[in-house]
């Protein structure tokens, strides 16, 4: 990965901010969401909340399937379907989602991800299927 093009940098939306993820690297087709663990984003039993992970994967899908390259011309896209399978528990603390856009067409994108910690332990995975929004 090569990081995050400082002119595509965009402005943290409210979800973002509460949660306290960052789109880390945006490319062609691949997109990084980061997320460090803090106790608001955990569940009853100190772990992280399910919803979070489908969040950073929604989030990144989302991303990859909507790299343009010019910041004056945005691409965005709705979620018609995501599916997360739960893998295993964070070891370390930052949860790290990488997505991939896998496939699609002219109005609809297919998109897998993984989220996994800094020390590689593989936590969740998911595939999702996208609509490109008009105008």
Known sequence: MSGLDPRLKET?????????????????????????????VKNRLDLPH???????LDTAMG??????GDPDNAQM???????????????GNRLIATARRIG????????????CDETGELIASATGVFRYRKG
């Open 12 to 40: 943290a939306y409210p979800l973002e901010l509460h949660l306290g993820y960052t789109l880390t690297d945006w490319s062609k087709d691949i997109a990084v969401v980061e997320l460090p663990l803090a106790d608001h």
């Open 50 to 56: 399910g919803g979070v992970h489908a969040t950073l």
């Open 63 to 68: 991303y990859a399937g909507c790299f343009t």
């Open 77 to 91: 896209a709705l979620t018609l379907s995501l599916t997360v399978n739960y893998l295993s528990r964070p070891k």
């Open 104 to 115: 699609g067409g002219r109005s609809t994108f297919f998109a897998e991800g993984d989220v």
